[in-house]
């Protein structure tokens, strides 16, 4: 009975392993030695299987050819001991990131946060895993066991940092991060959040409202009818960019007149929820964003991450006028782009964490760190329409505003 529970629990381990590498991630600068084992458990599991069977007739001798086994670290189908000369596992640091359910490959926000920790791990010689789940569940599925990995203890002294950046599992981080103030080796990395963790682990927030204010006031000189496409009316982030461009665009800092009509327009602004609820409203289907483009009358603003994208994309395909988002672009169809720049925020926040002082326990990076910014790309006819109404002393007024805004907002 004893050798039947061993190999059952011989079992269930490998192939828990076998689950483990098969997780959507990025692996190419874990160690080769891991990578090795990892792909070698997977390949040997069905004789794995039939070993374990052997065990519980077989006695110590089975054993010992199961722990042979997982020991084995080479390619092929050869069963061998590890030898001693081979290289160890990497000591270096191990940054770990999970994203929103298909978050990665949005080439804004989220693709920003990937190019920022693989800077920061080349110039600090870290290795990465980045993993990007398919659905809310395989999310949760990460995020439980890296907290029970923390919790549990870990069997060496590597440092390591887990970044997450879904919004769509606060309750869970909030409830869980307590266990990261037990682990000398484990640190927590929480983007983004006004509000900071009451235990374990760290905080960063990079407000949106004031660059969204300043290019809010700004847009009405160049469109006077624009539509806010925003993700959710729960996520603290998107709330706070939606209403800071419509503060801002109501700002009368000028009033735009059309001579040949003899007629002022007025300033029109629709705001448009893709889902109800906090980490939902970041994916579109193309059907779908075809028809809010075909039902927009003027501007386009897209704060929905990867649905911003898309959404942003076809815009250049049917000619529509939008604000990049993220994204820095100069085409007929984008004059201005709204930008967080969230790769150089987390390269600071690892730079930190590497750091004797470690990462604060929340940081707030905005339009006065020069975290975000506007940029303008304006040919001949929309400069011309630019400058007719804002002057360089006008610009100045409105950024200083902005950011004087966002501290109060911030504060409220």
């Given at each position: 009975m004893t050798f039947a529970i061993l190999a059952v629990?011989?079992?269930?381990?490998?192939?828990?392993?076998?689950?483990?590498?098969?997780?959507?991630?990025?692996?190419?600068?874990?160690?080769?030695?891991?990578?090795?084992?990892?792909?070698?458990?997977?390949?040997?599991?069905?004789?794995?299987?039939?070993?374990?069977?052997?065990?519980?007739?077989?006695?110590?001798?089975?054993?010992?050819?199961?722990?042979?086994?997982?020991?084995?670290?080479?390619?092929?189908?050869?069963?061998?001991?590890?030898?001693?000369?081979?290289?160890?596992?990497?000591?270096?640091?191990?940054v770990t990131v999970i994203y929103n359910a298909d978050a990665l490959g949005d080439r804004s926000y989220n693709d920003l946060i990937y190019q920022g920790v693989e800077e920061a791990a080349a110039k600090y010689g870290l290795r990465t895993m980045q993993l990007s789940p398919t659905s809310y569940e395989e999310g949760r599925g990460y995020l439980q066991s890296m907290f029970q990995t923390v919790s549990q203890g870990l069997n060496d002294s590597v440092r390591r940092l887990f970044i997450v950046c879904a919004a769509g599992y606060d309750d869970y981080i909030r409830q869980n991060s307590h266990l990261f103030d037990s682990n000398p080796y484990a640190d927590l990395l929480y983007l983004e959040t006004p509000e900071p963790l009451a235990s374990g682990g760290s905080t960063l927030y990079l407000p949106y409202y004031g660059a969204m204010y300043e290019a809010g006031a700004i847009r009405p000189a160049l469109n006077e009818q624009a539509k806010l496409i925003v993700?959710?009316?729960?996520?603290?982030?998107?709330?706070?960019?939606?209403?800071?461009?419509?503060?801002?665009?109501?700002?009368?800092?000028?009033?735009?007149?059309?001579e040949e009509y003899e007629t002022e327009w007025e300033r029109h602004l629709e705001t448009f929820y893709l889902a109800e609820h906090s980490g939902e409203g970041y994916n579109i289907a193309d059907s779908t964003a075809i028809n809010l483009i075909n039902d927009t009358w003027g501007t386009i603003i897209p704060i929905c991450g990867g649905a911003g994208y898309t959404i942003m994309y076809l815009c250049?395909?049917?000619?529509?006028?939008?604000?990049?988002?993220?994204?820095?672009?100069?085409?007929?169809?984008?004059?201005?782009?709204?930008?967080?720049?969230?790769?150089?925020?987390?390269?600071?926040?690892?730079?930190?964490?590497?750091?004797?002082?470690?990462?604060?326990?929340?940081?707030?990076?905005?339009?006065?760190?020069?975290?975000?910014?506007?940029?303008?790309?304006?040919?001949?006819?929309?400069?011309?329409?630019?400058?007719?109404?804002?002057?360089?002393?006008?610009?100045?007024?409105?950024?200083?505003?902005?950011?004087?805004k966002e501290e109060e907002y911030e504060k409220r």
């Open positions: 629990a011989v079992l269930l381990s490998a192939i828990a392993w076998s689950l483990f590498v098969q997780w959507r991630m990025q692996r190419r600068k874990l160690d080769e030695s891991e990578r090795e084992v990892a792909d070698a458990i997977s390949r040997h599991i069905k004789l794995l299987s039939a070993v374990a069977a052997v065990l519980v007739t077989k006695g110590s001798i089975a054993l010992a050819a199961v722990m042979m086994l997982a020991a084995c670290t080479k390619e092929g189908d050869t069963i061998y001991e590890w030898d001693p000369d081979e290289p160890k596992a990497s000591a270096a640091p191990l993700s959710n009316p729960e996520d603290q982030t998107v709330v706070g960019a939606a209403k800071g461009f419509s503060d801002g665009f109501y700002n009368n800092y000028y009033r735009v007149e059309y250049d395909l049917m000619g529509n006028s939008y604000v990049g988002i993220d994204v820095d672009r100069f085409n007929f169809n984008c004059n201005m782009s709204i930008l967080k720049h969230v790769d150089r925020a987390v390269g600071l926040c690892i730079s930190q964490w590497l750091s004797p002082e470690g990462m604060p326990k929340h940081q707030v990076l905005g339009l006065k760190e020069g975290y975000t910014s506007v940029a303008l790309h304006l040919d001949d006819y929309y400069s011309e329409e630019y400058n007719k109404y804002i002057t360089e002393t006008l610009r100045q007024q409105i950024h200083e505003d902005a950011i004087r």
